[in-house]
């Protein structure tokens, strides 16, 4: 590793099966980035691959090795050839990969044929900035060890589905959370009718929202409790708060609603600025909402 530009980590599947323990899923921010770029060198979808934040990394290879780039697309270069995204391209030993800041989304996904063999935790080997567990971020100077189950790269017959997106603007669907009854039919028709706006608090924690503030119905203190990724919680200033990969549990504050899975993944790609309006999934006028018990 020569320089792991703002943010770069190893990430796999993730750890699923821990919650109970406190211990999120982590994994990477773009499933769907991250299984194309393995099926691209011939691995399994959920093998671990290295995940780096809007570009500014370079890496040298040691050995002869097959990899690929997804998700947000950054303009890389092996020594002074130009490096196609959504292919797998072969680097011979000495070889560096340079890959500059993204034309737009945030995460883009660098797998190598045989998997990044870092020990796993967990049965994982995803580094969770939030618990600590898995190995540290990549810092320069590090060298990570490549497995040798890969199998044989494929060439892409199909057109890829990508989350990152050059669009400023989002539609995503959600569901009514298990706390939607701490607001009111107003302040839940708010929700899902303004329009809000990513700010520059963005981390593989979560995501902020700026817009209306979404005021509490209920006053008291909600026990801590676990969440799934994509829950939306709102914070007594009432801008909602998205959790991604490495989120911790509510911290006492409800959750109003909760992405649908193949929206995270957009979610995780918007860029500050990005503006976001949610529809919900239930039929009729979406005012309806699930009472704590998780029922209509």
Same mark, same amino acid.
Not at 136 to 162: C, H, I, K, M
Not at 183 to 208: K, L, N, P, Y
């Given at each position: 590793m020569l320089?792991?530009?703002?943010?770069?980590?190893?990430?796999?599947?993730?750890?699923s099966g821990h919650g109970h323990l406190g211990v999120p899923r982590a994994g990477a921010m773009d499933p769907l980035a991250l299984s194309q770029a393995n099926r691209l060198v011939g691995n399994p979808a959920e093998t671990a691959a290295i995940e780096f934040l809007l570009g500014g990394f370079t890496i040298r290879?040691?050995?002869?090795?097959?990899?690929?780039?997804?998700?947000?697309?950054?303009?890389?270069?092996?020594?002074?050839?130009?490096?196609?995204r959504n292919r797998w391209t072969y680097a011979r030993p000495g070889d560096a990969l340079t890959a500059g800041p993204p034309a737009y989304g945030l995460w883009t996904y660098l797998a190598v044929a045989g998997g990044i063999d870092v020990p796993p935790v967990l049965s994982s080997r995803s580094t969770d900035s939030l618990s600590g567990l898995?190995? /540290?971020?990549?810092?320069?100077?590090?060298?990570?060890?490549? *497995?040798?189950?890969? %199998?044989?790269?494929? =060439? !892409?017959?199909?057109?890829?589905?990508?989350n990152a997106s050059a669009g400023r603007r989002l539609e995503l669907s959600f569901h009514w959370g298990p706390r939607a009854d701490w607001?009111?039919?107003?302040?839940?028709?708010?929700?899902?009718?303004?329009?809000?706006?990513?700010?520059?608090?963005?981390?593989?924690?979560?995501?902020?929202?700026?817009?209306?503030?979404? /005021?509490?119905?209920?006053?008291?203190?909600?026990?801590?409790? *676990?969440?799934?990724? %994509?829950?939306?919680? =709102? !914070?007594?200033s009432g801008q909602p708060l998205v959790f991604l990969a490495n989120h911790p549990p509510t911290g006492g504050y409800p959750v109003i609603g909760v992405l649908c899975e193949r929206d995270l993944g957009r979610m995780a790609q918007a860029a500050p600025g990005t503006m976001v309006s949610m529809r919900a999934t239930r039929a009729g006028d979406g005012t309806r909402r699930m009472n704590k018990e998780g029922s209509w």
């Open positions: 320089s792991p530009g703002p943010q770069a980590t190893i990430q796999d599947g993730g750890r290879f040691t050995e002869a090795a097959s990899f690929s780039l997804t998700g947000a697309p950054v303009a890389a270069y092996l020594g002074p050839t130009p490096v196609s898995g190995p /540290p971020p990549l810092a320069p100077r590090d060298v990570l060890p490549v *497995g040798s189950g890969g %199998g044989t790269p494929a =060439v !892409p017959s199909d057109v890829f589905v990508e607001f009111t039919e107003e302040t839940c028709r708010t929700f899902r009718t303004a329009t809000w706006r990513v700010s520059s608090e963005v981390d593989r924690v979560a995501a902020r929202l700026t817009g209306p503030r979404l /005021p509490h119905q209920c006053l008291e203190q909600l026990p801590t409790e *676990g969440v799934h990724p %994509g829950s939306i919680q =709102v !914070p007594p």
